[in-house]
Structure formats: structure tokens, C-alpha cells
């Protein structure tokens, strides 16, 4: 379904949001949950990543440059009214 350059935005288990311009390599949606396997940009290896129904997960088409980390002051939605496209994917 989803193969290519997408940014990644979700929340850490601590609750703080980021971001990862990515290469998503494998996409699967199962029973109320979505495993994704990508490779960040920037990085050598795969990272499998699984994310269920109550994480709040957006994937965007192509890389956005969103930097959740030094804006960490700023909230989750702020930074997204930024992203002038829509969601391709939304958990």
C-alpha cells in the first residue's frame, strides 16, 4: 500500500511528538493495529515499528522536514497546521 518517501508523525511513550522523513518499506494494517517497517533518513538500517489504536498516528506523503524536537515547546497540533497537505494515512 504505502512504499516510498513519507514522514512518520506520532507520539513517544512519553507522550512527546516527533517526526522521521522516512522510506517506508513495508506497510500492513491488522486487527486495529498498523506495523510499519521503514528506514529513517540518514540511517543505514530498518526500524519495525507497530502502532495500535491508541496512538495517534499520521503518515504524510513525501519527506516535510517537520523538527518536532527543537520546537518541543510548541504542541502537536500547532506544528501540523504547518503541513499544508493532508494526511495520506491516519491512525
Do not use: C
Amino acid at each position: 500500500m504505502l512504499k516510498g518517501k513519507y514522514t512518520i508523525v506520532a507520539f513517544n511513550s512519553v507522550g512527546f511528538p516527533y517526526a522521521w522523513d522516512t522510506n517506508i518499506i513495508e506497510f500492513k494494517e491488522e486487527n486495529n493495529k498498523v506495523t510499519v517497517i521503514h528506514k529513517p533518513k540518514g540511517k543505514r538500517t530498518a526500524f519495525k515499528h507497530t502502532y495500535d489504536k491508541d496512538n495517534e498516528l499520521k503518515i504524510y506523503n513525501g519527506w516535510l522536514g517537520l523538527d518536532l524536537i527543537k520546537n518541543e515547546m510548541m504542541s502537536f497540533d500547532s506544528s501540523l497546521l504547518k503541513v499544508s497537505q493532508e494526511p495520506v494515512f491516519t491512525l
